[in-house]
């Protein structure tokens, strides 16, 4: 080999030395900035789970509903974490907790006894193609919700065209665990309900902030007046406030009055 071949050769191979390293490099800051995927319950915070996590896949193996599977190179989320995907196969909320029992690191919390206390995302709405805030009879998120009542409420909005009513789905965050049964069943095409990463849809209000009606404000202590009539500084007595009729007309239950 003579001078000139060997400085091509090396050439080539810093080249593609480089060139592997560059996809390589590439390639971890996709996955640092990819899409938070729906973790098992029980799972730490994002930050501690994915450093305490070994990729070792038993909660794989433990899920009797084969509902978790493991992040693939080129999908959303760091490769070989353990993920659900509710339009595939939902959290089925198992009391067992067998996901949890098996991971040998702790990086889902052996502390959750009680699936309903399992926060692995919170369900969004998209009112826009919901076929129930489009106006349909639908309400299947629900029926299928297992914490109904709690998680998913229906409240009664009116039609934008008609006097009747229509039963629009509402999530409560404080109950939701994000279990995914609800994308799972959503019957339009793509799923008008799913289940994201609650820091990506839900705001902080601030604590200088005070909501004054969610607080109860303590009642001054009462002043000790003198009692009777004739006692200095007693209070007045109250006036009657005067009888009236009541003439104004009752209201009228909208959802149930006739046309006109």
């Known amino acids: 080999m003579d001078r000139r071949q060997f400085v091509i050769q090396t050439a080539q191979g810093a080249a593609a030395a480089g060139g592997v ?8 800051v996709q996955q640092a900035h ?3 995927p729906m973790r098992p319950p029980g799972a730490l915070a994002r930050d501690r789970f994915t450093g305490q996590c070994i990729k070792c896949g038993q909660c794989v193996k433990a899920c009797p509903y084969h509902s978790i599977e493991l992040v693939k190179t080129g999908e959303p989320g760091v490769a070989g974490l353990p993920t659900i995907r509710p339009r595939n196969l939902p959290c089925y909320m198992c009391e067992q907790l067998w996901c949890v029992k098996a991971c040998p690191t702790g990086a889902l919390d052996p502390g959750l006894t ?15 193609h919901c076929l129930s805030w489009l106006g349909l009879r639908c309400e299947v998120c629900f029926r299928a919700c297992p914490l ?20 629009v789905p ?17 019957p339009t095409e793509q799923a008008a309900i799913r289940v994201l990463d609650p820091s990506l849809v839900q705001g902080k209000v601030g604590e200088h902030y005070r909501l004054g009606w969610q607080h109860e404000p303590h009642a001054p202590p009462a002043a000790t007046l003198p009692s009777g009539p004739g006692a200095a500084g007693a209070a007045p007595p109250a006036a009657t406030p005067p009888a009236r009729s009541d003439t104004l007309p009752k209201a009228l239950d909208y959802l149930n009055s006739a046309r006109p």
Do not use: N, P, Y
Not at 21 to 28: A, K, N, R
Not at 116 to 128: C, N, S, Y
Not at 170 to 183: D, F, Y
């Open 21 to 28: 390293g560059l996809g390589w490099w590439t390639l971890l």
């Open 34 to 36: 990819a899409a938070a």
């Open 114 to 128: 009680d699936v309903t206390q399992a926060r692995m995302g919170l369900a969004v709405i998209d009112t826009e």
């Open 148 to 167: 109904k009542g709690q998680a998913i409420t229906l409240t009664v909005q009116q039609r934008q065209i008609s006097k009747h009513a229509m039963f």
């Open 170 to 186: 509402v999530v409560h965050s404080g109950a939701c665990t994000g279990c995914g049964i609800c994308e799972k069943q959503c």
